[in-house]
Protein backbone atom coordinates (compact mmCIF):
# COMPACT_ATOMS: atom_id res chain seq x y z
CA UNK A 1 0.00 0.00 0.00
CA UNK A 2 2.40 1.85 1.14
CA UNK A 3 4.37 1.97 -2.46
CA UNK A 4 0.97 2.27 -4.19
CA UNK A 5 0.92 5.72 -2.37
CA UNK A 6 4.04 6.59 -3.32
CA UNK A 7 4.00 5.71 -7.11
CA UNK A 8 0.39 7.77 -7.22
CA UNK A 9 2.53 10.65 -5.89
CA UNK A 10 5.44 10.70 -8.07
CA UNK A 11 2.98 10.58 -11.32
CA UNK A 12 0.96 13.34 -9.80
CA UNK A 13 4.13 15.07 -9.33
CA UNK A 14 5.56 14.28 -12.86
CA UNK A 15 2.34 15.55 -13.83
CA UNK A 16 2.31 18.59 -12.45
CA UNK A 17 5.95 19.76 -13.35
CA UNK A 18 5.23 19.08 -16.89
CA UNK A 19 1.76 21.29 -16.94
CA UNK A 20 4.00 23.92 -14.82
CA UNK A 21 7.19 23.73 -17.46
CA UNK A 22 4.56 23.49 -20.96
CA UNK A 23 1.84 25.06 -19.71
CA UNK A 24 0.17 26.33 -23.33
CA UNK A 25 -0.13 30.22 -23.61
CA UNK A 26 -3.62 29.72 -25.20
CA UNK A 27 -4.60 28.83 -21.92
CA UNK A 28 -3.64 32.06 -20.69
CA UNK A 29 -6.94 33.59 -22.74
CA UNK A 30 -9.44 32.42 -20.51
CA UNK A 31 -7.16 33.63 -17.46
CA UNK A 32 -7.30 36.86 -19.47
CA UNK A 33 -10.94 36.70 -20.03
CA UNK A 34 -11.90 36.00 -16.34
CA UNK A 35 -9.86 38.87 -14.84
CA UNK A 36 -11.07 41.49 -16.99
CA UNK A 37 -14.81 40.61 -16.91
CA UNK A 38 -14.81 38.59 -20.76
CA UNK A 39 -13.70 42.82 -22.07
CA UNK A 40 -10.06 41.44 -23.29
CA UNK A 41 -8.85 37.92 -24.37
CA UNK A 42 -5.33 36.69 -26.08
CA UNK A 43 -5.56 35.94 -29.56
CA UNK A 44 -3.55 33.36 -31.39
CA UNK A 45 -1.36 32.43 -28.39
CA UNK A 46 1.61 30.94 -29.16
CA UNK A 47 4.05 28.93 -26.98
CA UNK A 48 3.98 28.61 -23.24
CA UNK A 49 3.33 30.36 -20.28
CA UNK A 50 7.18 30.82 -19.34
CA UNK A 51 8.38 32.32 -23.21
CA UNK A 52 5.41 32.61 -25.78
CA UNK A 53 3.87 35.41 -27.78
CA UNK A 54 -0.04 36.79 -28.16
CA UNK A 55 -2.24 40.18 -29.90
CA UNK A 56 -4.51 41.57 -27.27
CA UNK A 57 -8.04 41.62 -28.82
CA UNK A 58 -11.70 41.99 -27.41
CA UNK A 59 -13.23 38.70 -26.22
CA UNK A 60 -15.17 37.21 -28.78
CA UNK A 61 -18.49 36.65 -28.68
CA UNK A 62 -20.67 33.73 -30.80
CA UNK A 63 -18.73 32.72 -33.74
CA UNK A 64 -17.41 35.76 -34.22
CA UNK A 65 -13.62 36.64 -34.07
CA UNK A 66 -11.26 37.95 -31.67
CA UNK A 67 -10.69 41.90 -32.86
CA UNK A 68 -7.23 43.08 -32.37
CA UNK A 69 -7.09 46.25 -29.84
CA UNK A 70 -3.22 46.70 -29.95
CA UNK A 71 -0.72 46.76 -32.95
CA UNK A 72 1.64 44.26 -32.97
CA UNK A 73 2.22 40.99 -31.01
CA UNK A 74 3.48 41.16 -27.26
CA UNK A 75 6.39 38.57 -26.49
CA UNK A 76 7.10 37.55 -23.22
CA UNK A 77 9.06 35.76 -20.95
CA UNK A 78 8.85 34.57 -17.56
CA UNK A 79 11.67 33.31 -15.63
CA UNK A 80 10.59 30.08 -13.71
CA UNK A 81 11.92 31.42 -10.13
CA UNK A 82 8.35 33.28 -10.45
CA UNK A 83 7.33 29.57 -8.57
CA UNK A 84 9.44 30.58 -5.85
CA UNK A 85 8.43 33.72 -5.22
CA UNK A 86 10.45 35.90 -7.71
CA UNK A 87 8.81 37.52 -10.43
CA UNK A 88 10.73 38.86 -13.39
CA UNK A 89 9.04 39.44 -16.97
CA UNK A 90 9.93 40.97 -19.97
CA UNK A 91 6.90 42.13 -22.24
CA UNK A 92 7.91 43.15 -25.80
CA UNK A 93 6.19 44.85 -28.97
CA UNK A 94 7.80 46.51 -30.82
CA UNK A 95 4.79 48.51 -32.59
CA UNK A 96 2.72 49.31 -29.11
CA UNK A 97 5.37 49.56 -26.60
CA UNK A 98 7.94 52.73 -26.39
CA UNK A 99 10.79 50.26 -24.81
CA UNK A 100 10.37 46.48 -22.96
CA UNK A 101 8.90 46.33 -19.98
CA UNK A 102 10.28 44.65 -16.63
CA UNK A 103 7.66 43.36 -14.11
CA UNK A 104 10.25 42.62 -11.65
CA UNK A 105 9.14 41.44 -7.79
CA UNK A 106 7.58 38.75 -5.53
CA UNK A 107 4.20 36.96 -5.32
CA UNK A 108 2.80 40.31 -3.60
CA UNK A 109 4.77 43.16 -4.31
CA UNK A 110 6.60 44.05 -8.00
CA UNK A 111 8.37 47.39 -9.63
CA UNK A 112 7.02 47.91 -13.09
CA UNK A 113 9.76 49.71 -15.40
CA UNK A 114 8.93 53.01 -17.38
CA UNK A 115 7.38 52.86 -20.28
CA UNK A 116 4.79 54.43 -22.76
CA UNK A 117 1.63 52.09 -24.72
CA UNK A 118 0.28 53.23 -27.80
CA UNK A 119 -3.67 52.67 -28.22
CA UNK A 120 -5.36 53.33 -31.36
CA UNK A 121 -8.70 54.83 -30.23
CA UNK A 122 -10.25 53.12 -33.45
CA UNK A 123 -9.63 49.60 -31.35
CA UNK A 124 -11.85 50.95 -28.15
CA UNK A 125 -15.36 50.42 -29.98
CA UNK A 126 -14.54 46.27 -29.46
CA UNK A 127 -15.00 46.65 -26.24
CA UNK A 128 -18.41 47.32 -26.47
CA UNK A 129 -21.04 49.82 -24.76
CA UNK A 130 -20.75 52.92 -25.22
CA UNK A 131 -17.55 53.08 -27.40
CA UNK A 132 -18.76 51.22 -29.72
CA UNK A 133 -21.40 53.71 -30.26
CA UNK A 134 -19.45 57.45 -29.66
CA UNK A 135 -16.60 54.95 -31.87
CA UNK A 136 -13.66 57.28 -31.26
CA UNK A 137 -10.58 57.79 -33.44
CA UNK A 138 -7.49 59.09 -32.99
CA UNK A 139 -3.91 58.38 -31.57
CA UNK A 140 -3.64 57.89 -27.80
CA UNK A 141 -0.48 56.87 -25.99
CA UNK A 142 -0.18 55.71 -22.85
CA UNK A 143 2.55 56.60 -20.37
CA UNK A 144 4.27 56.10 -17.08
CA UNK A 145 7.01 56.46 -13.92
CA UNK A 146 8.55 54.08 -12.63
CA UNK A 147 5.19 52.27 -10.76
CA UNK A 148 5.09 50.52 -7.16
CA UNK A 149 2.37 47.70 -7.05
CA UNK A 150 1.56 45.87 -4.09
CA UNK A 151 -1.60 42.84 -3.66
CA UNK A 152 -3.35 43.71 -0.45
CA UNK A 153 -7.07 41.63 0.69
CA UNK A 154 -7.08 40.74 -2.83
CA UNK A 155 -6.81 44.75 -4.18
CA UNK A 156 -4.12 46.27 -5.98
CA UNK A 157 -2.27 49.40 -4.49
CA UNK A 158 -0.25 51.26 -7.35
CA UNK A 159 2.13 54.38 -6.38
CA UNK A 160 2.96 56.67 -8.97
CA UNK A 161 1.91 58.73 -12.13
CA UNK A 162 0.06 57.73 -15.64
CA UNK A 163 -0.37 60.01 -18.19
CA UNK A 164 -3.01 59.55 -21.09
CA UNK A 165 -2.48 61.30 -24.38
CA UNK A 166 -5.36 62.09 -26.54
CA UNK A 167 -4.42 63.50 -29.52
CA UNK A 168 -6.75 64.72 -33.02
CA UNK A 169 -9.62 63.02 -31.31
CA UNK A 170 -12.96 62.58 -33.61
CA UNK A 171 -16.16 61.02 -33.08
CA UNK A 172 -18.48 59.41 -35.43
CA UNK A 173 -21.12 61.72 -33.22
CA UNK A 174 -19.99 64.67 -34.86
CA UNK A 175 -18.75 66.03 -38.37
CA UNK A 176 -15.93 68.09 -36.95
CA UNK A 177 -12.74 66.43 -37.17
CA UNK A 178 -10.25 66.22 -35.56
CA UNK A 179 -12.44 67.45 -32.07
CA UNK A 180 -9.19 68.60 -30.12
CA UNK A 181 -6.68 66.57 -28.82
CA UNK A 182 -6.29 66.18 -24.29
CA UNK A 183 -4.22 64.88 -21.63
CA UNK A 184 -5.62 62.90 -18.96
CA UNK A 185 -3.31 62.58 -15.58
CA UNK A 186 -3.45 60.05 -13.04
CA UNK A 187 -1.73 60.41 -9.91
CA UNK A 188 -1.67 57.11 -7.85
CA UNK A 189 -1.66 56.16 -3.89
CA UNK A 190 -2.51 53.31 -3.04
CA UNK A 191 -5.64 52.39 -3.89
CA UNK A 192 -7.18 55.73 -5.46
CA UNK A 193 -5.78 58.28 -7.73
CA UNK A 194 -5.99 62.24 -8.36
CA UNK A 195 -7.28 62.82 -11.85
CA UNK A 196 -7.03 66.16 -14.06
CA UNK A 197 -8.45 66.25 -17.73
CA UNK A 198 -7.24 69.30 -19.53
CA UNK A 199 -7.68 70.62 -23.69
CA UNK A 200 -4.03 70.89 -25.25
CA UNK A 201 -5.81 72.30 -28.36
CA UNK A 202 -8.67 71.74 -30.80
CA UNK A 203 -12.40 73.26 -31.10
CA UNK A 204 -14.32 71.52 -28.46
CA UNK A 205 -12.61 72.20 -24.59
CA UNK A 206 -12.73 69.52 -22.02
CA UNK A 207 -11.33 70.11 -18.46
CA UNK A 208 -11.84 68.91 -15.13
CA UNK A 209 -10.74 67.03 -12.13
CA UNK A 210 -11.60 64.07 -9.54
CA UNK A 211 -10.55 60.87 -8.30
CA UNK A 212 -11.02 57.31 -8.91
CA UNK A 213 -11.18 55.58 -5.58
CA UNK A 214 -11.77 51.84 -5.43
CA UNK A 215 -12.80 51.61 -8.94
CA UNK A 216 -15.31 54.54 -8.50
CA UNK A 217 -14.63 57.84 -10.22
CA UNK A 218 -16.14 61.27 -8.86
CA UNK A 219 -15.04 63.62 -11.70
CA UNK A 220 -16.79 67.23 -12.09
CA UNK A 221 -15.61 68.98 -15.03
CA UNK A 222 -16.79 71.11 -18.42
CA UNK A 223 -17.32 71.14 -22.21
CA UNK A 224 -17.61 73.99 -24.46
CA UNK A 225 -17.07 75.14 -27.68
CA UNK A 226 -14.02 77.07 -28.33
CA UNK A 227 -15.17 80.48 -30.25
CA UNK A 228 -16.69 80.05 -33.44
CA UNK A 229 -17.51 76.50 -33.80
CA UNK A 230 -20.32 77.05 -31.63
CA UNK A 231 -23.19 76.27 -33.77
CA UNK A 232 -21.15 72.92 -35.11
CA UNK A 233 -20.65 71.61 -31.82
CA UNK A 234 -24.28 72.38 -30.70
CA UNK A 235 -26.08 69.44 -31.09
CA UNK A 236 -22.65 66.93 -29.32
CA UNK A 237 -22.48 68.76 -25.99
CA UNK A 238 -26.07 68.42 -25.74
CA UNK A 239 -25.11 64.79 -26.17
CA UNK A 240 -22.70 65.21 -23.43
CA UNK A 241 -24.76 66.65 -20.27
CA UNK A 242 -26.61 69.62 -19.31
CA UNK A 243 -25.91 73.08 -19.67
CA UNK A 244 -24.05 74.82 -16.81
CA UNK A 245 -27.09 77.03 -15.15
CA UNK A 246 -26.10 80.85 -14.65
CA UNK A 247 -23.82 80.92 -17.75
CA UNK A 248 -23.96 83.53 -20.89
CA UNK A 249 -21.95 80.50 -22.69
CA UNK A 250 -22.74 77.00 -23.71
CA UNK A 251 -20.70 75.37 -20.74
CA UNK A 252 -22.31 71.60 -20.33
CA UNK A 253 -21.27 69.74 -16.84
CA UNK A 254 -19.82 66.88 -16.96
CA UNK A 255 -20.30 65.11 -13.79
CA UNK A 256 -20.01 61.49 -13.03
CA UNK A 257 -20.47 60.36 -9.23
Do not use: C
Request: net charge positive; charged share 15%; no cysteine.
Amino acid sequence: MKRLVLWLLTIALSVAATLAVFFPAAWLGSLVEARTGGRLTLGDAQGTLWRGSAFIGGAASGNSPVTPLLPGRFSWKISPLALVGMVDLQLENSEALAQPLTFKGSWSQWQLSPSALLLPAEGLAGLGAPLNTVAPSGTMRLSWTALELALADRQIAINGRTTLEMTDMASRLSSVRPLGSYTLALDWHGQSAALTLNSVKGPLLLSGSGNLNNGRLRFSGQAEAAKGFEEQLANLLNLLGQRKPNSDRNIIALEFH
